[in-house]
């Protein structure tokens, strides 16, 4: 018998799996409605609104000083970059010029974010496609970042370090000296780290040829980040419209043209060495200045439109201020990066299997309160 | 004296043998012996079961950098006590829509398959519950029997998750008892003999095993580790319970002392197939070098038990480190690779022993 | 390409399009509602715009009209443009669906219909996405009014 002929006399029904929104795996409360027959997936339908927290919707009834508190709840990991967002949205308006230490600082504070945020990343996708250490190797890395954060800005995971004209208050007399010492230790790891997962033929036969998104899907679907940049759509906010102290650092967009995931997963490590190399180069000549430039106590922006993007550990954040006038916003929409990323998961989970379904989606690097808002 | 030749009679078997015999009428003594060996047995496979999982949990921690149970009893020796105390008194929970008698079943097939595993074993010249003369045979047959209740169980659960994750243990372990039930043959061509005593025998006159048949001796070490891992849905085969695919695969439904016969299990299975790698490859109860040969049975045991643990460690070394197989990459691997592989190293040591190459 | 280049072409793409860039920093073009498809289709496919990337789809209230505002860019050019459209009809409002253009529309216009209700022709499934399927009412319109869960100060 051919094998059209085995398949017409078997028949097979597909069904319908909850990988629901509790989930051990899951990166937070995500419901996906799958329609599976056997080991196939056919459809996959996401049921977003678990954590939805309607933050838009308090915007237009908070000042500005209060939105960018509520900003770092939306993208947890990346949070520095949020308010940084918001905050120099605000600048913009304004028309504020910010002191060069201020950028500096948020440069650094940012590119500390996001290798504490990909340091996640890694430990969750080992653990995600079964080697359980890596996210205690993770983790370990993580708690001297999260270290630094709470002696300088306060908190380990929601800073609220930023304000609209600066920054709350100045860094601590031991930043720099931690700083350093962490990216002396750091830089030892992340061979560490290759040595555990990256050259492992396991995982490189797990991550190799799954999940391939194609450059024209990445751009129509407005996937940015490193799952763009994954796929080689050049989408770097720091390098197309560059915002802070990343005009006089030099460094590289990761870039590579495969789409899948092992090229997602390489993406990432090379940002966490890119991260490195720019805050070896901001940390030893942070200029002296003023770290909070004065503003009004009530803060009204202009009439008019604003719009402002960052580039979040996950792609493109954009804050889009619409103003009459008056001390609160009129609308205030947040392009998050994971609710377009999330967008695009469908079209190329259609025909793997579920366990490639769970490696995609962990190279994603989802962070559900930031697709839900 | 010389230590060496010392014989100190110490044969626990033979005195407690015809103590009974002599205060009892023969059919009585021959069933309080089987009831003792029995008991034996449960005891073994209980304590034995507890502590390896402790093992587990601080050689999972001395991987991670972090340091495991060590607040209940010195370095957490009373934890598995604990956890057996909290397992037996948990409630056990079932929807109503499953198959009672088949639910109920499940768990026993797998404990019944173990323990009638582990009874063949030789953990000394003395100490050996069944001693027959298809020893090898016999232990790979009533192995298989183990991956029905896994089925069974994940039928019975009236759960899709179950549904899949059972079945992906039955293919898994169907395809991976053939590079076991090979690699096995591979070593029984140079004892010349199925019987677990007369194997070890052969290694105390000759040497290891593995010494013995050099280059396809060591092959078939490697194969049969990465199937026995296999067999016993261990990482990184562990697709069946992978907990961040589907929730906890065919378990989901046990709750309590049936939860905690399959766990169990799984870890007497890790036992059984370290405990065949070093009966066959590495000298089952006999010494390196022979320097306490003939002392008795207590060091004969002590050497079997450290060299099980080793391979246990090795098994565990695996699972902390390498990520999981998918289930066609798994089925790829067994009859694409291991089992040419296997049949190729069959004919090597055929040819290796017909040619008297060994030494 | 400069604004001024930039209105030149899309003027010519279809009838009444309104240009400002007041009040903002790009180009902001107001298209009535009937020609939305094919203005977008055209700014995606004429070789010397080219605006293959939407980066933000925004649903907005203007107070009497509803609509959505739409930030495109040109991955290749380097140029954005801003596209706005409105209806009045605050009972029933439906505009078109441009997910067959940019993919990424699909569900942008599945939160602007939580949110807003209006609805998008030849859209695949329009669905709620965040809120439960029963919820009445559209929270971000400027005249929602829920006692329990809004906190007016």
Known sequence: MTDQEVKNKIKTEEYFVNMGPQHPAAHGVLRLLLTIDGEIVKNVEPDLGYIHRSIEKMCERDSYQQIVHLTDRMDYLSSNINNEAVCLAVEKALEIEVSDRVKVIRTIISELTRIASHCLWWGVMGMDLGALTTYFYAFRDREMVNDIFEETCGARLTMNYNAPGGLMYDIHPNFVKRTKDFIKHFKTKIPEYDRLLTGNIIFQKRTKGVGVLTKEDAISYGVTGPVGRGSGFSCDVRKHHTYSAYDRVDFKEALLTEGDTFARYQVRIMELWESISIIEQLIDNIPEGSVKEPTKAVIKLPKGEFYQRVETARGELGVYINSTGTKNPYRVKFRSPGFSNLSVLNHIAKGSKIADLVATMASFDFVIPDIDR | MNFLTMNIPLNITSTIHDWIYSIMPETAASITIMVLIAVAYLALFAVAGLYLVLLERKVAAWFQLRLGPNRVGPWGLFQTIADALKLVSKELTSNDRIDKFLYNLAPYFVIVSTLIGISVFPFSKQFQAFDINIGLFFLIAVSSIGVIGILVGGWASNNKFALIGAMRSGLQTISYELSVGLSILTMVLLTGTLQLSQIVEVQRTGGWLILQGHIPAIIAFCIFMIAGTAETNRAPFDLVEAESELGAGFHTEYSGMKFAYFFLAEFINMFIIASIAVVLFFGGWLSPFGITDGITWFPEVFWFLIKVLVIIFLMMWFRWTFPRLRVDQLLTLEWKYLLPLNLANLMLMAVIIWMNWTI | ?153
């Open chain 3, 1 to 153: 390409m400069k604004n001024e280049d930039l209105q030149n072409i899309i003027n010519g793409l279809a009838e009444n399009l309104e240009f400002t860039t007041e009040e903002s920093e790009f180009l902001n073009v107001l298209v009535p509602k009937e020609q939305l498809h094919a203005v977008c289709n055209q700014l995606k496919s004429n070789p010397d715009l080219k605006f293959d990337y939407a980066f933000c789809i925004t649903g907005m209230d203007w107070g009497k009209e509803l609509g959505v505002i739409y930030h495109l860019n040109s991955t290749e050019f380097k140029h954005e443009i801003v596209v706005k459209v409105k209806t009045e009809d605050r009972e029933n409002p439906t505009l078109d669906s441009v997910h067959d253009i940019w993919l990424t529309a699909e569900f942008h216009e599945l939160e602007i219909y939580d949110f807003f209700g209006i609805r998008f022709n030849n859209h695949p499934k329009l669905r709620r996405l965040f809120l439960t399927p029963d919820w009445e009412g559209y929270p971000l319109r400027k005249d929602y009014v829920d006692e329990a869960n809004m906190i007016i100060k």
